[in-house]
C-alpha cells in the first residue's frame, strides 16, 4: 500500500505521472520535466516535498544532544529562527544521512531528514537521545511546499497575508520564521532561491491551489533531481551512504572540527581519515552527445576505476553532467564508459551552476 | 497514409512497399518523459527482429529501441540527433527513427493491430 501526501489527490488532478519513491505515491512530472527545470531556473515553480520526515526536538536537553548527534555545530547557529545543513555519522564516520536543523527556539529544533531512511534514522536518533533531556515528535500531521525560483518573492507575495509577507520579506538564507501555522524557512535543495513552507495538511492543499493560480508552476521529483544535481547537491543513497564519510563525500564543510572537546558521533574515525582521503567527489561534464547515468565506470589514468553515482541531462547547460566518486589523485580529465563506448570528460567542482 | 502496426515493446511499423518506417509509440514517449539523446544506428546495418538497434534516453533513464522487423538500414532521421524532442512531440511523424528494407516480409503478419496494442498497454 503506498503513502499519499495532503496534496495527492490535487496531483492526479493536474493529470501528474506518479512514480513510487519509497512507498510514497509522488509525482515524478506534470508534463515537462525540463519545462519545470526551467521555471525554477528562469521563473518559480512548487513542489511537494510532504514525504521527507519532520522530527521535532523539544526539551532543555536539546542543544547539547544535537552538538553530540550531528557533524555540524548548532552552537554555530547565531540565533534562534536560524538553520544549518549538516550530516548525521554512526561512530565509524559513515554517513547515516544528511539533513537540515531549523533552531525554532533555545529550547526547540525541527529536523529535516530523508523519507527513504525515516525508520533507521529515528531508531538511530531515539537511541543516541538516550542520557539527554529532550523529548522526540515526528510531525506526520504537516505537510512541505517548496517554492523556488528568482522569481519567489515577486509572485508568492500575493497569496500570503501582511503578517506572513512581513515575515518573509527580512528572511535571510538559511533562516526561518513561524506565523500562526506556517513555518516558513529560506532553504531548499534547487540551487535557487526560495522557501520550504511547513504547514498543517488542512491549509496545505488551498496554499498549494493558490501557488498554481498565481502562475507558481507545480514541479516534480524529476526536476528536482535535475535541479539538484546541476546544483551538486548530493542525494543520500545514491551519491552517499553509511559507507563513505563526509570527506569523501564532498561534504567536509559540514564537519566542525573545533571546539575539539565536541566530540560529536565519529569525530574520532573522521580525524583520523582527514589527512589520508583515497577517494573524492568530482563533476564530470560531457562534451560529445550522449548521457551520463549512475554506475558507469570512470577511467582515469594510473589510478583505479571511479564510478559514477548520478548522472543526467542538464537542462541549463545543455549537455550530460554526473557526479563520481573517484581516486583522490584524480586530476582534470578522465574517460566514461556508456554502452561500452569510451567518452572523454571534463572533470569540475561538483557544481555545475552559479549559485543563486 | 498506411495503418501502422505495433509491438509489444512500443515500437510502431509503417509499411512503404518492402521499406518500413520505425519509429517509438505515443504510449512510449508519454512513458519516457522527455527524451533528451538518442544513439541512432548505423546505415547498411543488418538486423533481427527484437535486436536492440537504437537507444533513446530520457531526463531519468536509457531505453532500448528494438527492431520490429529484420532488414538493413536504410535511413535514419538525423533530426533527431539535434532535436531528440521531436520524439515527444510527434512520434509518428516527424519523429520516426530510422527506415529498414525488409529481409522478410512476413514477419509483418507477426506484429499487432492499433486494438490489439492498445489492449496491451492497458493491461499494464
Known amino acids: 500500500m503506498s503513502m499519499h501526501t495532503s496534496l495527492y489527490q490535487l496531483h492526479l488532478h493536474e493529470n501528474a505521472k506518479m512514480t513510487n519513491f519509497f512507498g510514497w505515491e509522488m509525482p515524478l512530472s506534470y508534463g515537462s520535466s525540463i519545462q519545470e527545470h526551467n521555471a525554477v531556473r528562469n521563473d518559480v515553480g512548487c513542489f511537494d516535498v510532504s514525504h521527507m520526515t519532520i522530527l521535532d526536538i523539544l526539551g532543555a536537553g536539546g542543544r547539547q544532544f544535537l552538538r553530540k548527534l550531528l557533524t555540524n555545530d548548532v552552537d554555530r547557529l547565531p540565533h534562534p529562527g536560524a538553520a544549518l545543513y549538516t550530516c548525521m555519522c554512526n561512530e565509524h564516520g559513515g554517513i547515516i544521512d544528511d539533513l537540515i536543523v531549523y533552531q525554532r527556539s533555545p529550547d526547540s529544533y525541527r529536523l529535516i531528514l530523508n523519507a527513504g531512511t525515516k525508520d533507521k534514522d529515528l531508531a538511530w536518533i531515539e537511541d543516541k537521545s538516550q542520557g539527554f533531556a529532550v523529548g522526540l515528535q515526528t510531525r506526520p500531521d504537516l505537510s512541505i511546499i517548496a517554492v523556488q525560483g528568482p522569481n519567489v518573492f515577486a509572485k508568492l507575495p500575493a497569496i500570503l497575508n501582511p503578517a506572513q509577507h512581513d515575515a518573509i520579506s527580512t528572511l535571510k538564507r538559511f533562516e526561518c520564521v513561524e506565523i500562526e501555522q506556517y513555518f516558513f524557512a529560506r532553504t531548499g535543495y534547487t540551487g535557487e532561491d526560495g522557501l520550504e513552507i511547513i504547514l498543517p495538511h488542512f491549509l496545505a492543499t488551498s496554499f498549494w491551489q493558490q501557488c498554481l493560480k498565481a502562475g507558481i508552476k507545480p514541479c516534480g521529483l524529476a526536476a528536482r533531481d535535475s535541479l539538484r544535481l546541476e546544483a551538486g547537491y548530493m542525494l543520500y543513497g545514491q551519491d552517499m551512504d553509511e559507507s563513505n564519510t563526509p570527506l569523501e563525500s564532498g561534504l567536509s564543510f559540514t564537519i566542525k572540527w573545533k571546539p575539539q572537546d565536541r566530540d560529536f558521533i565519529g569525530m574520532g574515525a573522521l580525524l583520523s581519515q582527514k589527512d589520508h582521503l583515497k577517494q573524492k567527489m568530482v563533476g564530470l561534464i560531457l562534451n560529445d552527445k550522449a548521457i551520463m547515468r549512475a554506475n558507469q565506470k570512470v577511467i582515469i589514468p594510473n589510478q583505479p576505476d571511479g564510478i559514477i553515482t548520478s548522472g543526467g541531462y542538464s537542462p541549463t547547460l545543455e549537455k550530460s553532467i554526473a557526479l563520481a566518486r573517484v581516486p583522490f589523485e584524480t586530476k582534470s580529465t578522465a574517460k566514461v564508459e556508456i554502452r561500452d563506448k569510451l567518452f572523454d570528460v571534463t572533470i569540475t567542482s561538483p557544481r555545475f551552476i552559479e549559485s543563486n | 497514409m498506411n495503418q501502422l502496426k505495433y509491438t509489444k515493446t512500443h515500437e510502431w511499423v509503417r509499411n512503404d512497399n518492402l521499406t518500413v518506417a520505425v519509429g517509438i509509440t505515443n504510449h512510449a514517449q508519454e512513458l ?46 538525423t533530426a533527431l540527433a539535434e532535436n531528440p524532442a521531436l520524439l515527444n512531440q510527434d512520434p509518428y511523424g516527424s519523429g520516426w527513427i530510422m527506415k529498414l528494407s ?13 486494438e490489439d496494442y492498445n489492449l496491451s498497454i492497458e493491461e499494464h
Open chain 2, 32 to 77: 519516457l518523459g522527455d527524451l533528451v539523446f538518442i544513439e541512432l544506428p548505423l546505415i547498411g546495418k543488418a538486423v533481427k527482429k527484437g535486436d536492440s538497434v537504437a537507444v533513446v534516453e530520457s531526463v531519468k533513464a536509457a531505453s532500448d529501441v528494438y527492431a520490429p522487423i529484420s532488414g538493413t538500414i536504410t535511413e535514419v532521421n
Open chain 2, 102 to 114: 525488409m529481409s522478410n516480409p512476413e514477419e509483418l503478419n507477426s506484429l499487432l493491430q492499433e
